[in-house]
């Protein structure tokens, strides 16, 4: 049995329009090295890379930047072969600067890596394979940025049956990992088969919404015969089936506990774009270094998919595409629900820009917020089930006890309940603001034992 | 069923607070915040249950065997005066977290008009100690009924923001209002 | 018996009864509390603000006798309930200066570049969350008000995107101070009238860009005014602990950042 539809949906979700079509049928284009690089030292979550290269330095590509600040942390790698020009502060997608290092590529595209290729990682130790994917600077590039060593590296007592590749790219416009399924299914298949061997995992699913017809035969086509216990897992379409608790209720039925991780659960998701990177890391020996991105949206003239390396501003990614159409009105920098909004086009790309959105006033109608009608629209929608009703009403009246009573921390800020709000609450705000006060509380309480 | 049908008629038809409007003051007090709300239900019943049969007891064998039905009023508001002030020290004593949240309410109790109005009811009904009692509790599970439903509008309502002129007790009357008309639908429930 | 004496009786008994099962209640019943607490927390002002740290003028009041806690701690009190609390728990009186609330930003919307239209919670906390917050300094006061709602005394207004603190109403309590998520809010001594209104620590061009009042560097105000102004990397900071009267300063900052205020 190669594909099956999903037994399971989890309750609540929304059905944005996708305007996928822009792009879906768009092949992936490498995108020519820009004249400069800003790599920011803060592409992953957890503490920013320290850099091990100085003004001035030349580097090859391939080369490491930046070595990893502690267990969770990243290396960064550079992408071609150029100079270090300087280190300094530089915007992020996120808004806060953080340090970065400002790239010169000289053109030559010399290539220099202290990872060997591993053709036959069948006969590795998993350990090894989690380490050289660490050594690679591999994180989740779904938009997290999480370190996939230590997603890789779950404790003994946390065994790890089933392997789930996240391919549902549940965001509107966003079609990069569409792209990587249709034009790299097989690469797509034995990334995951070294995955599976160093989780030591018994089941592989490759999760895939409905909407994606041609990634789905792509993928059915391409499963290797001798891949044992892997099938391809048809979603139903609906926001957001990308997010991993919903994805893992959805093919296999388990509840991730509250406050819980996959591996409680015995799974573990990974993107197809991460898929990928692991399988370049162990079997061509290459860093993380180039990703895919969506450069889309009705202010842009031609939007396309790119490979582009990390560190590309967003500016000549914009120029790629044949420029803006009309007055820009909104940045997004990811899909529109999830995504951050750029006050301007001079931020660079990190390993987690998954998109790249520019809309037209037209897309983005104003709006005045309103008091909450409770009419429960956003109770059907949420798919943690919690009550952003009650949530956002308790978080405004300042009640952050009360908020995280109502289990405001397991919010993962999709955007569901705001977007079916007819008051036009900035739900998502209150509670990412609800969530920063409870995270300094906790930070700031000294630990009783 | 004469005592399930007693209780019903306590708590729902005829609810103390939003049928007979007696009981008031605490029901507005008392009904910011929900464990505060909680903790003055339980001293309202466990005062209206001894009040009654406290008063039942000298109603029968003091002041009816003697003629002295018409110092009922006198004598019933010293018995709970009386009452309350014990509860009050016996609280003050072992529960101080829940004195000092309930504060000046307790007192309230005492010239609250529910528990005076359950005692004199009683003696108007002439029921035996046992219905007087029972009567008693359900009244008090009624008043905590209506109090709990309350203080929960209310904590909502705080959080709201009223036109000016219906700022702080005002919404709060309205609301009291709408929750009366809706007990109303109870009538015609138990014969 | 006689029609009045019976009555009489019954009431009078049944009263003794209850008074005495009180009287016995309240001698083994009763609770140890501290006279004193009750007569200190008549002598504090009751706005229970929480200026002294406590949940409360009664909880304060049951700390300083209970607790030994310091009898300093209420800004709101005046020199006249300070002795007398300082009576009532047998110790010295120590008088402490009076302080106001000082927004380190003269940047409004005429002066102050915005980067791009927010619209989302009037909260400057949320605001600084959004894309490091819509002002073009990254260090200033974004005016949606979160002082404002914290201070119990209304001191704090925002006008033209900016938020002022009145040194009239001020009673220097200190609950602004951990409610701007720029942490440019200060206690100064109300008697200092001059204060450097800029909190960025940008160099001067960067600042010019972003700002037409702030302080870009020149060190001048350094120069006149005899040690109370020191530099901080590009920013100017003034020592409150040092006179500082040079109201010239007002005139001559070219950065136009130096205020008179009060």
Known sequence: ?449 | MDYVLLIIGAVLVNNFVLNRFLGICPFLGVSKRIPTAMGMSGAVIFVMGMAAAVTWCVHTWVLAPFGLQYLQTIAFILLIAAFVQLVDIVMKRFVPALHRALGIFLPLITTNCAVLGVAVMNVKAASGFCKSVVFALAAAVGFSFALLIFTGLREKIERADPPRAFQGVAISLVTAGLLSLAFMGFNGLVK | MSDWLTPILWIGGIGTACGAALALAARYLSVEEDPRIERIANELPGANCGGCGFAGCADYAKAMVTADTAATLCPVCNSESSAKIAALLGRSVEVSERKVAVIRCGGNDSEALRRFAYNGIADCAAAAATGGGDKTCTYGCLGYGSCVRVCPFHAIAVADGLATVDPRVCIGCGKCIPACPRGIITLAPAAASLHVLCSSKDKGPVVKKACGVGCIGCTLCVKLSDGAISMEGFLARVDYSKPLTQDVLVEKCPGHCIQKIG
């Not at chain 1, 594909?3 to 020519?32: M, Q, V, W």
Request: glycine share 10%; with cysteine.
């Open chain 1, 1 to 449: 049995m190669k594909t099956f539809p999903s037994p399971f949906c989890f309750s609540g979700g929304i059905h944005p329009a996708y305007n996928k079509d822009l792009t879906c049928g768009e092949a992936i284009r490498r995108l020519s090295c820009p004249a400069q690089l800003v790599i920011s030292l803060s592409q992953h979550l957890g503490a920013p890379a320290v850099p091990c290269v100085k003004a001035g330095d030349i580097v090859s590509g391939g080369q490491r930047l930046a070595d990893a600040a502690g267990m969770i942390s990243a290396p960064i790698h550079a992408p071609t072969s150029g100079k270090v020009v300087r280190i300094e502060p530089a915007p992020t997608p996120l808004g806060r600067p953080a340090p970065a290092i400002l790239f010169e590529p000289d053109g030559r595209d010399v290539w220099e890596s202290t990872l060997d290729p591993l053709a036959d990682w069948q006969t590795h130790d998993p350990r090894a394979l989690a380490e050289r994917v660490g050594a690679a600077g591999v994180v989740g590039m779904g938009g997290a940025g999480f370190p996939t060593q230590v997603k890789l590296s779950p404790p003994a007592d946390k065994p790890i049956d089933t392997l789930i590749i996240n391919g549902a790219e549940c965001e509107p416009y966003l079609t990069g990992d569409h792209r990587l399924m249709v034009e790299q299914a097989a690469t797509l298949w034995e990334g995951a088969a070294i995955i599976r061997h160093i989780l030591g995992a018994k089941t592989v699913r490759v999760a895939i919404e409905d909407n994606k017809p041609d990634a789905i035969r792509a993928m059915e086509t391409a499963l290797p015969t001798t891949l044992a216990d892997a099938a391809v897992c048809v979603l139903k379409t609906s926001y957001p089936q990308g997010s991993e608790k919903q994805q893992i209720f959805s093919v296999t039925g388990r509840v991730v506990p509250a406050g819980g991780l996959p591996m409680d659960v015995g799974c573990v998701v990974e993107n197809v774009g991460t898929t990928l990177a692991v399988w370049d890391a162990v079997v061509n020996g290459r860093p993380l270094i180039w990703r895919t991105i969506t450069v889309s949206g009705d202010a842009v003239t031609a939007p396309a998919n790119f490979l582009a390396p990390i560190g590309t501003p967003f500016a000549a990614l914009v120029e790629a595409c044949g420029g803006a159409k009309g007055r820009i009105a909104k940045i997004v920098a990811g899909g529109p629900m999830m995504g951050f909004a750029q006050a301007a086009l001079d931020v660079a790309m990190t390993k987690t820009s998954s998109g790249l959105l520019l809309l037209s006033a037209a897309r983005v109608p104003g709006y005045t917020s309103q008091p909450c009608i409770a009419c429960g629209r956003c109770l059907d929608a949420c798919p943690m089930r919690l009550m952003p009703a009650e949530l956002s009403q308790r978080i405004e009246a300042d009640d952050i006890d009360g908020a995280e009573q109502t289990f405001v921390m397991d919010c993962f800020e999709c955007g569901s309940c705001a977007f079916v709000c007819p008051a036009h609450r900035p739900l998502v705000q209150h509670m990412r603001r609800a969530k920063a006060v409870i995270i300094a509380r906790r930070r700031a309480a000294p630990k009783k034992s």
